[in-house]
């Protein structure tokens, strides 16, 4: 199965930016549907952006503050994160969706002034 790598996060004031980096271990040419999520202190896993080829959905928290991106000749996906606020804190992992993940380490953001 495909593990996932990611990298990036790191502690940032608010208002600042991150790109968060995920690259996989295999081919994922064929995933159509690619994503972040985040994993809040205490909270569950939720999905906060994905791309469907040229398509891309954020949850309404990222909503023009963040890109998605993916490059299928590398087997990465991106998300760049602007204007991070205190409540992007947390653990981000990138994987598939609507199908099962082997979670990677994840990579943790934590927004603080």
């Known amino acids: 199965q495909v593990h996932f790598v990611e990298s990036g996060g790191g502690l940032v004031q608010p208002g600042e930016s991150l790109n968060l980096s995920c690259a996989a271990t295999?081919?994922?040419?064929?995933?159509?549907?690619m994503g972040w999520y985040r994993q809040a202190p205490g909270k569950q896993r939720e999905l906060v952006a994905n791309i469907i080829g040229a398509n891309t959905y954020y949850h309404p928290s990222l909503k023009g503050r963040a890109t998605i991106s993916r490059n299928i000749a590398k087997n990465t996906v991106n998300l760049q994160m602007n204007n991070l606020q205190p409540d992007d804190t947390g653990d981000y992992y990138c994987?598939?969706?609507?199908?099962?993940?082997?979670w990677g380490q994840g990579t943790h953001i934590t927004v603080s002034s």
């Open positions: 994987g598939r969706v609507g199908a099962p993940n082997s």
């Open positions: 295999e081919s994922i040419s064929k995933v159509l549907n």
